[in-house]
């Protein structure tokens, strides 16, 4: 069964700051790596994804690391902004044709 | 449009009794899903279904059932054997396992027990 350790819980930082938000995963199933995003009250919609025959995938002011050898996964917000708000939470595969398994997710608040 | 409904956005149930919440897609995607969301847990799996007429439990599939008949339809209920079913519940679905391609969520039902 795999498991997603996601850091940190809560984070708050400044408009215009590059927030940080880390997973581990323990399985060796390596084949797709989401993070969604969810604003309150609302489904959480994806937002980025990588497979990990690259090491970074960038789109817009995201951007995945990916850390094969450490089973580590992050997201980088470049130039944050208050519209940023949101939970985001990680996705790591699971055995077999199971579901994925998310984090446990980080609520991001940035501040003017 | 497409994606995924979710009814009705809040629920109100008397301790004792079943409710059902539906999830209806119009994505034509296979599988399914129902996950539980609370506070600091994430979201945690109940069941999925990745063919009609088929579907497996979850991490969490006490005091809660699922049906598949249709395609676009896959219902969760809960019964009074849930124990603590006080929480924000989201339905996915994807055109194949999860693990290939992207999840639709639709927007979530919040349960209440009063």
């Known amino acids: 069964q795999q498991q997603v350790k996601q850091s940190p819980q809560s984070l708050i930082v400044q408009k215009g700051g590059i927030p940080i938000i880390n997973c581990a995963y323990e399985?060796?199933?390596?084949?797709?790596f989401p993070w969604y995003q969810q604003f309150p009250g609302k489904g959480p919609a994806l937002l980025i994804a990588?497979?990990?025959?690259?090491s970074e995938k960038k789109e817009g002011r995201f951007t995945i690391s990916f850390n094969k050898s450490a089973k580590q996964f992050s997201l980088h917000i470049m130039d944050s902004q208050p519209g940023d708000s949101a939970t985001y939470f990680c996705?790591?595969?699971?055995?077999?044709?199971?579901?994925?398994?998310f984090g446990k997710g980080t609520r991001l608040s940035v501040i003017a | 449009d497409g994606g995924i409904t979710q009814s009705p956005k809040y629920l109100f149930r008397k301790e004792g009794q079943n409710v059902t919440l539906s999830c209806e897609q119009n994505?034509?995607?296979?599988?399914m899903y129902w996950y539980r969301q609370d506070p600091g847990q994430g979201l945690r799996l109940i069941y999925y279904?990745?063919?009609?007429?088929?579907?497996q439990k979850g991490d969490i599939a006490e005091g809660y059932s699922v049906s598949r008949e249709k395609k676009e339809s896959f219902p969760l209920t809960v019964t009074s054997a849930q124990k603590n079913p006080t929480a924000f519940y989201l339905c996915?679905?994807?055109?194949?396992?999860?693990?290939?391609?992207?999840?639709?969520f639709g927007q979530g039902t919040r349960l209440t027990v009063v």
């Open positions: 990588i497979r990990p025959d690259v």
């Open positions: 279904s990745q063919i009609v007429n088929d579907f």
């Open positions: 399985n060796t199933a390596f084949d797709y």
């Open positions: 996915a679905s994807s055109r194949q396992g999860m693990r290939k391609t992207e999840a639709f």
């Open positions: 996705a790591a595969p699971n055995s077999g044709n199971t579901p994925l398994v």
């Open positions: 994505l034509n995607h296979d599988a």
